[in-house]
């Protein structure tokens, strides 16, 4: 069974969280732990993740917020070979989140390339973290798939996502896609048939 590794954002997923119910309730599924979730840094986030990815060896990524600029900064990074897709959950703005959080991160700028894995960005239309058209955009530079969820705000407690049985519904749908690309198409099997042998 594949791994899958949970990616909170900016001062990591609180207890009720969604992320903290997937954590206990999706078998083989654990939190990356960041050595400061208040002050993140991303070239120290980036190698806790690879750490974990090298361990894991083949993972699903379910990320938050921050966690999602993480997820697309493995774009050009050895370690996203061991990515089998990456649920990508109100991703935030840098610029907008430094608004909200003066000093608070050092990401560098926001990543752009395309995700050499599958994705599915899940959006808000009233996010405060990211405008959705901008959301939108990113979601198309990264070539993934997305999903409007509507009116939303950030997806997590304060706009009253604990367990979150649709976003299990979502990735589930997800991944199952995944599965079948990466499978390929089927080939049909030769029957044997005997045949009578003429007189």
């Known amino acids: 069974m594949v791994a899958t590794l949970i990616l909170p954002g900016l001062n990591g997923s609180a207890e009720g969280h969604w992320q903290r119910h997937w954590a206990r309730e999706t078998a083989l599924a654990t939190i990356v732990r960041q050595a400061s979730w208040s002050r993140p840094v991303l070239k120290n986030w980036l190698t806790t993740l690879e750490i974990e990815l090298e361990r894991a060896g083949e993972a699903w990524l379910v990320a938050h917020s921050l966690g999602c600029l993480l997820a697309a900064n493995l774009a050009n990074r050895p370690a996203a070979r061991h990515v089998k897709g990456a649920f990508l ?9 430094e608004r909200l959080h003066p000093g608070a991160i050092d990401f560098g700028a926001m ?13 808000s239309r009233d996010d405060p973290y990211m405008d959705f058209t901008e959301l939108r955009q990113h979601a198309a530079r990264w070539g993934g798939e ?12 304060a706009s009253g996502f604990g367990r979150w049985e649709q976003g299990y519904q979502l990735f589930s749908a997800f991944a ?13 099997q030769l029957q044997n048939i005997s045949c009578a042998a003429l007189s």
């Open 89 to 97: 959950v109100a991703p935030c703005d840098l610029v907008g989140t």
């Open 111 to 123: 990543p752009t390339r395309t995700l050499p894995f599958p994705s599915l960005v899940v959006g």
């Open 146 to 157: 997305f999903h409007d969820l509507g009116l939303a705000g950030h997806i997590n407690i």
């Open 176 to 188: 199952k896609r995944v599965e079948n690309q990466q499978a390929g198409p089927v080939r049909p």
